[in-house]
């Protein structure tokens, strides 16, 4: 069952507060970089509800765990909402066409956060469940 969140951050600082938002809500999960995101979700990626994800980081930065959730067509069933603090409108619609469901600026408010990531997760909940059904 999809109850996990899963925060893909290089900064502990940024994750440690998006835990405590979202903490008594989801279960949460934590990734310093990209190459830890893809790991767990390799293992993990029928309990994710919902991914937090920055775009700068090193090894693998957040465009290549996007890149792995398509090639691996998870895009479909885990919504990704991207919190960066990238300016520059391209980032944005780059992420946009890429599937995301969502992209917060930093520095961001965690109670914006916390009410995006419950209505995005609700929503994909809700599609699924659909999806399901029509099969």
């Known amino acids: 069952m999809r109850e996990k969140i899963l925060i893909v951050d290089d900064i502990e600082l940024n994750r440690e507060i998006l835990a405590v938002a979202l903490g008594d809500v989801y279960p949460v999960m934590e990734a ?31 465009y290549e765990v996007l890149k792995y959730m398509h090639e691996a067509e998870l895009m479909t069933h885990i919504p990704v909402l991207v919190i960066s603090a990238e300016s520059k409108t391209d980032a944005e619609r780059t992420c946009l066409e890429m599937g995301v469901s969502d992209f917060i600026r930093k520095p961001f408010d965690s109670v914006t956060v916390r009410i995006r990531v419950k209505n995005v997760v609700e929503l994909f909940m809700y599609k699924n469940q659909l999806e399901d059904k029509v099969r």
């Open 32 to 62: 310093g970089d990209g190459e830890q995101a893809i790991e767990i979700l390799k293992e993990h990626s029928d309990d994710v509800a919902a991914i937090l994800l920055d775009l700068i980081m090193p090894k693998a930065d957040g």
